[in-house]
């Protein structure tokens, strides 16, 4: 359990923060980079509820922002010798995850038609919302990905990350009407 009763500590002053193994690591460092873009992934689906009117897609949604926590404290705590192994004291994002993501993937493809162009960002306000999400989601894979290129990052949270991209993208078609309010690209349109 998590328990906050002061919010400053000050002892990141020194431009340096705790990870849960209790060791200290830059600010500007590989690792806190990719931790605050899940944590900015998170604030921008928060922002996408709050424009859903659909209450499931709103708990899929707040499902998801529960496994950003959990994955934030994964790439908080250093794994050594690649031992991702969870257990009482550390929490790792385990396969079951991204599976789950797929389910819903599935799912919510179901029902859209094929796409025969690329989409643009936009249509609905909920829809564009959840394609913010899914551009922030998307910066912070390839922040994880540039952390496992010099530390060892959880493989099931690297394919969690990859695959909540998908599930942003398929949910605007969603919020979008089914895919009818969609606002497809025009290669060249413009010339």
Not at 22 to 39: E, F, N, Q, T
Not at 76 to 83: K, V
Not at 134 to 152: F, G, H, K
Request: aromatic share 4%.
């Amino acid at each position: 359990m998590v328990k906050l009763n002061r919010i400053y500590t000050r002892t990141g002053d020194d431009g340096t923060t705790g990870l849960v193994d209790g060791s200290r690591c830059p600010k500007h460092s590989a690792r806190i980079a990719a931790m605050g873009l899940v944590d900015e992934a998170n604030s921008a689906i928060g922002l996408a509820i709050c424009a859903l009117t659909d209450d499931e897609h709103r708990g899929l949604l707040t499902r998801v922002q529960n496994d950003l926590f959990d994955l934030g404290a994964d790439l908080a705590t250093p794994a050594e010798d690649a031992d991702f192994t969870p257990s009482e004291m550390v929490l790792r994002i385990v396969p079951g995850q991204p599976e789950w993501i797929e389910q819903q993937i599935d799912a919510l493809n179901e029902r859209l038609e094929p796409l025969t162009s690329f989409v643009l960002p936009g249509g609905s306000e909920a829809a564009a919302r959840i394609h913010v999400a899914r551009a922030t989601t998307r910066a912070a894979e390839r922040a994880m990905v540039a952390l496992a290129a010099q530390d060892p990052v959880n493989p099931a949270a690297l394919t969690y990350i990859n695959r909540l991209s998908d599930l942003l993208f398929v949910l605007a078609r969603v919020a979008n009407d089914d895919g009818g309010a969609d606002v497809t690209w025009v290669p060249g349109k413009n010339r």
